[in-house]
């Protein structure tokens, strides 16, 4: 009698060791800036290569004030106008942590 419950518990074991890497595939937002000229262009997408068309990108101050928005084109970039000052740029895709370029990378 105990042998099939050792069993039945195994296997129920194994089958969640075996789900817990797909925790590990969860995918996170990325995001890379340039700057040319008076423009900068942010190129956003998720970990898994996934683009994000359509997405906010969003320019905020160090007072967290917001600066500016742009949305991602169909080749899931957002451009903007040069800020002056300190500012930062997020791309937060609703899940996770933040994508976050400083404004010193450039």
């Known amino acids: ?15 969640l060791l075996a789900l817990m890497p797909l925790v590990a595939w969860a995918h996170y937002p990325v995001m890379d800036c340039s700057r040319d000229g ?6 956003v997408g998720f ?4 683009l994000a068309q359509g997405q906010a990108v969003i320019i905020y101050s160090y007072d967290d ?6 949305v991602a084109d169909g080749r899931s970039v957002a451009k903007f ?11 937060d895709a609703g899940h996770e942590d933040a994508a976050e370029f400083d404004y010193v990378e450039f």
């Open 65 to 70: 004030e917001v600066l500016a928005k742009s």
């Open 47 to 50: 970990s898994d290569g996934t």
């Open 1 to 15: 009698m105990i042998k099939p419950f050792f069993r039945h518990c195994l296997s129920v074991l194994v089958s």
């Open 38 to 43: 008076e423009e900068i262009a942010c190129r």
């Open 81 to 91: 106008a040069w800020q002056e000052g300190e500012f930062y740029i997020q791309f």
